[in-house]
Structures are given as C-alpha cells and as structure tokens.
C-alpha cells in the first residue's frame, strides 16, 4: 500500500509517502525476485475461480490520487510491465468534483484517463475521505456511491474494486460497500492479503518513507510482519474501540 510518490512531499503525508528512487529500487526487486503484479480485480477474480494466478502474485496499490504517482510511479510501473490499482478519493482529486481537503498536490482526471490507459485499475476510495465508520447510514451509502458514480462517469466505465479510508472498515461499512456496486474491497491490517479474509476484508502492507530496501524485501515475503507492525496492530486495536464508543455515542443522542 503506497500513498504519494515525491521527493517533497507535504508534511502531512510525508510519513506515508516514498521518494522516486525508493519506489524504483523497490520495483525492481519485485521483479528479481519473480513476483507478478496483478490489478486488485484481477486477483479477487482468480480467488472466486476466475482461472490460475501466477505462481508469486503481488497487487501494487496506491490510495487517495497524489500527483506524483503519474509523474514518478506510472514510468516506472511501464518499464517493468507491472499492474497497479489506484484507489481515489474523488472529492481531492482537481477537477469539477473537488470538495478541500487534500494533503497534497493531487492528479487531475486527465492524469487518471492517462493511467487507465496504461493498464492501471482505478479503483474507490470514497468522496471526501471520510472515516466511514463514523458516518451515519445515509452519509455512508453516499460516499460509497458518488466516489463509484463520478469514476463511471470520468472513465466510462464503473469502478470494480475500493478502498476504505485509513483502512477503517466494519461490517456496516463493507455491506454499504458491497451495496454501492464494488465487488472487492481492500483494507490495511499490514498482514498479506488471503482468500479466507472475504472478498470485502483484503489486507494490505503499508510502505512508507522509512521503509529500507531490507524491510520492503522481507515484507513482500511475508517475513516479521508481527514485529514491524506490533506498535501499529496496538495503535489500531485501541482506536477501534476509541471510534466504536464514538459511534455508539452519537447513536445515542441520534
């Protein structure tokens, strides 16, 4: 799970991104190693029977739309002939749908055209990047279906595959999801994704900023990913009962 690709990214997401080298260097060990990128489509449609995956498939994703995955990671993807989902945030992208919000410079839809063009799979991630789980019933369906509105509309085409923002998700929030029209839908988890997590629960591996080529080769095997992310299975645990007492408060005097 990538975020944005620069050399200067906006403080905001600077912890979350990768500089252009790193992406590179990261690229090409995939492919040393034998790995095969597949669009997320791809492999949820493999996994409900849809013919044989390749022997080491791996999905490359990117979430929000920054700019720079046009500028820096789509050449780089090209050289290596490697698929990618990009999950967007409709509502940030530039454009005639943009609502604020964005953390940094983001693509615009002739940016996006241009990507899907060259075999990226533009996938969801909701209107205005909300925190799903905290939404109301009608705000929720809302987000789900005019993020996979507006991509229909731009691309030609309805979008198969989301993402949830911050990687948040519940059971409410994966039926509003499914009930949009998505098929698939990935979350965070930093563990790889399996079969057996339901086609609405995919999990992710987070790269960031601070990710050495060391750590991303022992990532993508699947190697220590308890000790890496044991500070932020802790982090995640605890905020999801901090948002479920949330939510339930606002039941309450709802």
């Known amino acids: 799970m990538y975020h944005a690709v620069g050399h200067r990214p906006a403080p905001a997401v600077r912890a979350l991104?990768?500089?252009?080298d790193a992406?590179?260097?990261?690229?090409?060990?995939?492919?040393?190693?034998?790995?095969?990128?597949?669009?997320?489509?791809?492999?949820?449609?493999?996994?409900?029977?849809?013919?044989?995956?390749?022997?080491?498939?791996v999905l490359i994703t990117f979430d929000d739309g920054y700019e720079g995955v046009h500028r820096y990671a789509l050449p780089v993807l090209a050289r290596h002939g490697f698929a990618a989902t990009l999950f967007v945030a409709t509502g940030w992208l530039r454009g005639p749908y943009d609502r604020g919000g964005a953390l940094d410079t983001m693509l615009d839809w002739d940016q996006v055209r241009q990507l899907?063009?060259?075999?990226?799979?533009?996938?969801?991630?909701?209107?205005?990047?909300?925190?799903?789980?905290?939404?109301?019933?009608?705000?929720?369906?809302?987000?789900?279906?005019?993020?996979?509105?507006?991509?229909?509309?731009?691309?030609?085409?309805?979008?198969?595959?989301?993402?949830?923002?911050?990687?948040?998700?519940?059971r409410r929030v994966r039926r509003a999801v499914r009930e949009a029209?998505?098929?698939?839908?990935?979350?965070?988890?930093?563990?790889?994704?399996?079969?057996?997590?339901?086609?609405?629960?995919?999990?992710?591996?987070t790269v960031r900023r601070?990710?050495?080529?060391?750590?991303?080769?022992r990532l993508m095997e699947g190697r220590a990913l308890g000790r890496i992310f044991a500070a932020d299975r802790a982090l995640t645990k605890?905020?999801?009962?901090?948002?479920?007492a949330r939510r339930g408060v606002r039941t309450l005097r709802g």
């Open 181 to 205: 029209g998505f098929a698939q839908s990935l979350a965070v988890g930093n563990a790889l994704a399996r079969r057996s997590q339901g086609p609405y629960a995919l999990e992710r591996v």
């Open 23 to 57: 992406f590179a260097e990261q690229m090409a060990l995939l492919g040393e190693r034998g790995f095969t990128p597949l669009t997320t489509a791809r492999l949820a449609a493999g996994w409900r029977g849809g013919g044989p995956l390749p022997a080491r498939p």
């Open 17 to 20: 991104s990768v500089s252009p």
């Open 116 to 170: 899907a063009y060259a075999g990226v799979e533009i996938g969801g991630h909701s209107h205005t990047h909300p925190q799903l789980d905290q939404l109301g019933d009608s705000r929720l369906r809302h987000e789900a279906a005019r993020c996979r509105e507006i991509v229909a509309d731009e691309l030609g085409g309805a979008p198969a595959s989301f993402a949830y923002p911050y990687g948040y998700s519940t």
């Open 210 to 217: 601070s990710t050495g080529i060391g750590e991303f080769g």
């Open 238 to 244: 605890a905020y999801a009962v901090v948002r479920g």
